[in-house]
């Protein structure tokens, strides 16, 4: 050692290790309030511009949102001739019977817990469709009867939604023409909802696990 350096470096060692104190309880539920009101806040901010905006995304009825196998089925069996207004009534009074799709129903949900409205679409009368509207209420922000193609095609084009997901080909074609963008949803197997059914024919996406019910 030269110089009085006590040490044999030219600087002192450092300190001990010290490990960190642990916080507070207090200190760490006020870490927890702050996340929880920042993720709040988010979603609020969120939820306020989807619902001024009018932020919307679109869905068919039959085969999309639900499997309406047994109400066709029951409207089919009656003897009822379709596109009578009694075979309607019947169709759309038997919605009780139609099971919610797993996948597309979470997707609607999800959509409406951000603010964004959902829109379905029936590619039927609205005979009756009342029942069916109130059977379904709790979801759909909005039930419209599309019975012919155009109507389907006025109506995307008009509320302009994120996309439009359908089983049918027929709709994804009214939703290209409209310019939204189309996704399909499976069909659920051994199903005998109408409607041509070619997946990928459109170059569309297909949403996964949609064909379970």
Same mark, same amino acid.
Request: glycine share 6%.
């Given at each position: 050692?030269?110089?009085?350096?006590?040490?044999?470096? %030219?600087? %002192?060692?450092?300190?001990?290790?010290?490990?960190?104190?642990?916080?507070? *309880? *207090?200190?760490? +539920?006020? *870490?927890?309030?702050?996340?929880?009101?920042?993720?709040?806040?988010?979603?609020?901010?969120?939820?306020?511009?989807?619902?001024?905006?009018?932020?919307?995304?679109?869905?068919?009825?039959?085969?999309?949102?639900?499997?309406?196998?047994?109400?066709?089925?029951?409207?089919?069996?009656?003897?009822?001739?379709?596109?009578?207004?009694?075979?309607?009534?019947?169709?759309?009074?038997?919605?009780?019977?139609?099971?919610?799709?797993?996948?597309?129903?979470?997707?609607?949900?999800?959509?409406? $817990?951000?603010?964004?409205?959902?829109?379905?679409?029936?590619?039927?009368?609205? #005979?009756?469709?009342?029942?069916?509207?109130?059977?379904?209420?709790? +979801? %759909?922000?909005?039930?419209? *009867?599309?019975?012919? =193609?155009?109507?389907?095609?006025?109506?995307?084009?008009?509320?302009?939604?994120?996309?439009?997901?359908?089983?049918?080909?027929?709709?994804?074609?009214?939703?290209?023409?409209?310019?939204?963008?189309?996704?399909?949803?499976?069909?659920?197997?051994?199903?005998?909802?109408?409607? $041509? #059914?070619?997946?990928?024919?459109?170059?569309?996406?297909?949403? =996964?696990?949609?064909?379970?019910?």
């Amino acid at each position: 050692m030269t110089g009085g350096n006590q040490y044999p470096y %030219p600087y %002192p060692p450092y300190p001990p290790y010290q490990p960190p104190k642990e916080k507070s *309880f *207090f200190s760490r +539920l006020f *870490f927890k309030i702050k996340i929880t009101v920042s993720i709040i806040s988010l979603w609020a901010l969120c939820y306020s511009i989807n619902s001024i905006m009018k932020n919307s995304i679109a869905i068919e009825y039959d085969g999309g949102l639900a499997d309406s196998t047994k109400s066709w089925a029951a409207a089919q069996e009656s003897g009822l001739k379709q596109g009578n207004s009694k075979f309607w009534e019947m169709l759309n009074a038997s919605a009780e019977k139609d099971l919610a799709k797993p996948v597309p129903s979470l997707m609607c949900l999800a959509a409406k $817990t951000m603010g964004i409205r959902v829109i379905v679409l029936c590619d039927r009368e609205n #005979y009756g469709g009342d029942i069916l509207k109130n059977t379904w209420k709790r +979801l %759909p922000s909005e039930i419209y *009867f599309t019975p012919e =193609p155009n109507d389907k095609y006025i109506l995307l084009e008009k509320e302009k939604p994120f996309f439009f997901a359908a089983s049918s080909d027929e709709g994804l074609a009214q939703a290209m023409k409209a310019g939204i963008r189309p996704l399909r949803i499976k069909k659920a197997e051994q199903t005998k909802v109408p409607g $041509t #059914y070619t997946p990928g024919k459109f170059g569309e996406k297909l949403i =996964p696990f949609s064909h379970l019910k």
